[in-house]
Nanobody, 122 residues
Framework: QLVESGGGLVQTGNSLKLSCAAS????????MAWFRQAPGKEHEGVACISANNSSTIYADSVKGRFTVSRDNAKGTAYLQMNSLQPEDTGVYYCAAEDACDLKYRRGWYDYWGQGTQVTVSS
């Protein structure tokens, strides 16, 4: 399973770092993606990092502000979020997938976390 942590309530311009811890499987076998869902909206792919740490992709909306990383030895992926804006508010999920793809597909993922709430106040 995947367990996210690190969400919370912050003011505009502040930072948060989310963690995604894997248990019961080897994180290093999978590309790891982050998705988010704002109230009343569809899931949006935010960032993804390849299994061997060699490549990353980002949604245009977060480029230059968010950084995805991972520590396979610790079985954990991370999402560093800087310069947070109110439009970044939502539930953030991590997912294990065979190949990085920010297009959300319901039921597609090998593993999917329970989500952590991020709220950015203006």
């Amino acid at each position: 399973q995947l367990v996210e942590s690190g969400g919370g309530l912050v003011q505009t311009g502040n930072s948060l770092k989310l963690s995604c811890a894997a248990s019961g499987f080897t994180l290093g076998f999978y590309d790891m993606a982050w998705f988010r869902q704002a109230p009343g909206k569809e899931h949006e792919g935010v960032a993804c990092i390849s299994a061997n740490n060699s490549s990353t992709i980002y949604a245009d909306s977060v480029k230059g502000r968010f950084t995805v990383s991972r520590d396979n030895a610790k079985g954990t992926a991370y999402l560093q979020m800087n310069s947070l804006q109110p439009e970044d508010t939502g539930v953030y999920y991590c997912a294990a997938e065979d190949a990085c793809d920010l297009k959300y597909r319901r039921g597609w993922y090998d593993y999917w976390g329970q989500g952590t709430q991020v709220t950015v106040s203006s």
